[in-house]
């Protein structure tokens, strides 16, 4: 999960090398922390939030297969 999370990351922002993408695994359940450069935050959320709604999405589609629940939290640095 955490490859499909740094993959879209590295996808949309100016500094790619900055992504940084942390997995929690606690049992069934996976938090899946994403931390960008500051710049680059706008890029990830999006106007009102759409981006980074369209991540989680699309995370907890591939989560669903694996009989997981997956939390994606995007930090700050």
Do not use: C, F, H
């Not at 706008?42 to 991540?55: L, Y």
Request: glycine share 6%.
């Amino acid at each position: 999960m955490a490859g499909l999370v740094e993959s879209i990351a590295k996808a949309l922002v100016s500094r790619p090398a900055d992504v940084v993408v942390t997995e929690e695994v606690n049992g069934n359940e996976i938090v899946i922390k994403l931390s960008v450069a500051k710049e680059d935050m706008g890029k990830i959320i999006g106007k009102q939030g759409r981006i980074a709604k369209a991540i989680r999405t699309v995370v907890k589609a591939a989560a669903i297969k694996e009989n997981k629940r997956v939390t994606v939290d995007i930090v700050e640095e």
